[in-house]
T-cell receptor
Framework: GAGVSQSPSNKVTEKGKDVELRCDPI?????LYWYRQSLGQGLEFLIY????????KSGLPSDRFSAERTGGSVSTLTIQRTQQEDSAVYLC??????????????????FGAGSRLTVL | GQQLNQSPQSMFIQEGEDVSMNCTSS?????WLWYKQDPGEGPVLLIA?????ELTSNGRLTAQFGITRKDSFLNISASIPSDVGIYFC???????????FGQGTILTVHP
């Protein structure tokens, strides 16, 4: 697609429920990232996928958080047993394949508009 | 882990004024990026810097990659109302695009 598409744009859920957030990256972008932005805060890295390599899950805050990427394209971020502190905007980004060349755009992330999650 | 300190946290300026914001890092970065975020949107890339000492312009925006590779600044000249938003610096010190973001600078421009 023309840009990174995320759904839903807004999600309100009750504490303890599970939620799934979807990300459709730019066609041809093999790298995909999830970030979390809490109110008035910067962006917190959650997880990174690159091609068929094992994902970097080092930013996931707890084992209630998981993500998968099917077929090297669409990704789903799942939060189980949601808590109020999970309320935030979840941003997905994608980037070009890593070419190892500076200026190649490998480090340039294109973000989606985000999914705003509110846990009551 | 890597930390970025971005300042100022917020700025209130008059239309036409110049703006400067900066970021410092506790460790060396190989890439510095500056993003702008409008309400309800994801961050949009403004400028990318790949080489220490590099000075790059994009219209009224100018950014520099510090010589020490631990800092960067962004200048906006002759501000206009549509410059309003949150500006983030981001750096990458790894071989892939895992970016560390600053806390953001909220810019308000009064007509």
């Amino acid at each position: 697609g023309a840009g990174v598409s995320q759904s839903p744009s807004n999600k309100v859920t009750e504490k303890g429920k599970d939620v799934e957030l979807r990300c459709d990256p730019i066609s041809g972008h093999t790298a995909l990232y999830w970030y979390r932005q809490s109110l008035g805060q910067g962006l917190e890295f959650l997880i990174y996928f690159q091609g068929n390599s094992a994902p970097d899950k080092s930013g996931l805050p707890s084992d209630r958080f998981s993500a998968e990427r099917t077929g090297g394209s669409v990704s789903t971020l799942t939060i189980q047993r949601t808590q109020q502190e999970d309320s935030a905007v979840y941003l997905c980004a994608s980037s070009l394949p890593l070419g190892g060349q500076r200026g190649s755009g490998a480090n340039v992330l294109t973000f989606g508009a985000g999914s705003r999650l509110t846990v009551l | 882990g890597q930390q970025l300190n971005q300042s100022p946290q917020s700025m209130f300026i008059q239309e036409g004024e110049d703006v400067s914001m900066n970021c410092t890092s506790s460790s060396i970065f190989n890439t510095w990026l500056w993003y702008k975020q409008d309400p309800g949107e994801g961050p949009v890339l403004l400028i990318a810097l790949y080489k220490a000492g590099e000075l790059t312009s994009n219209g009224r925006l100018t950014a520099q990659f510090g010589i020490t590779r631990k800092d960067s600044f962004l200048n906006i000249s002759a501000s206009i109302p549509s410059d309003v938003g949150i500006y983030f610096c981001a750096g990458s010190g790894t071989s892939y695009g895992k970016l560390t973001f600053g806390q953001g600078t909220i810019l308000t421009v009064h007509p």
